[in-house]
């Protein structure tokens, strides 16, 4: 059976989630000594550990069939390429930075300016949607040190906690794009390749799902069990089942990740009592 090649960062921040989300959908991988590739043993997938830089170009030229890559690499590489999926890791944003003690807060300050960056494509094409005419200049790392040795005046930089930003004098200005990483796919898969994509799809969307959900079990009065069954829809009803104390029930339930505290003290209020809540392994709708 012929593999799909998936593009998997070789080494850096997004291999270790990637791998992960590789084992969540049920590919075993055998750590082989071959750091090029590893082929699936319970799926026909083969996995090609690259730089992420490369990793649009080689799922355009069709030498993966898919990739795991930030959105700023996609966008900065301008590659034929389809975004399938956000995966929800690697969080992070592309900013203008400069100097601690410089006022920069309309984009407009950037006119005339010099600005750093390993992401000319992207901080171009923003400024000139903004009006604004800066000169660029392209540096492939350690971009934050651009402003002290006299090199720019600003630099457009990711930024996830702010501390390198900080801890290099410098300040961020304004976030010109947010990024997580995603799947994407050559714009020429066969049919044969599409298949397998949607089964590694619909299992993303499974892990996914599980991961923002919540499994809930409580304990309440019968009284509150309609109110509590209310706040608590799960996937299509909960499950209400009678406790061997007279007057109660257990309610089992699912609860979206992002409400979870504003019900919990809702759920309290209505008397619920032994309130277990437990991580989905996979969730399909
Ligand atoms: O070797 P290879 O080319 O494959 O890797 P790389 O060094 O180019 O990339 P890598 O592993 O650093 O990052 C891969 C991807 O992770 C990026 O393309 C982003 O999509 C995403 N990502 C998420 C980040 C960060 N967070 C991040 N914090 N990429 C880089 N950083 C760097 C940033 O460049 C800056 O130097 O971390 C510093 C800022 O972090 P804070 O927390 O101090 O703000
Ligand atoms: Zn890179």
Known sequence: MENIRIAVQKSGRLQESS??????????????????KAQASNFPAEVLFLRDDDIPEYVQDGVADLGIVGENVCLEKEKDIKTVQKLGFAKCRLSLAVPKNTEA?????????????SYPVIVKSFLKKENISAEIHEISGSVEIAPGIGLADAICDIVSTGSTLLSNGLKESFSILKSEAVLISSPK????????????LFRIKAVNEARNNKYILLNAPNHSV???????????????????EE?????????????FW????????????????????????
């Open 105 to 117: 807060d309309s984009v407009k300050w950037f006119d005339g300016k010099r600005i750093a960056t």
């Open 189 to 200: 898969l066969t049919d044969y390749k599409t298949e397998l994509l949607n089964k590694i």
């Open 262 to 285: 504003d019900k919990i003290d809702q759920l309290k209020a209505h008397g619920a009592q032994g309130i277990l809540v437990v991580p989905i392994e996979k969730m399909i709708l």
């Open 19 to 36: 791998l992960k989300l590789l084992k969540e959908c049920g590919l075993k991988f055998s750590n082989g000594q071959n750091k090029l």
């Open 226 to 244: 309609e109110k509590i069954a209310s706040i608590l829809p799960g996937m299509k009803s909960p499950t209400v089942l009678p406790l061997k």
């Open 247 to 259: 007057g109660w029930s257990s309610i089992h339930s699912v609860v979206d990740e992002g409400t």
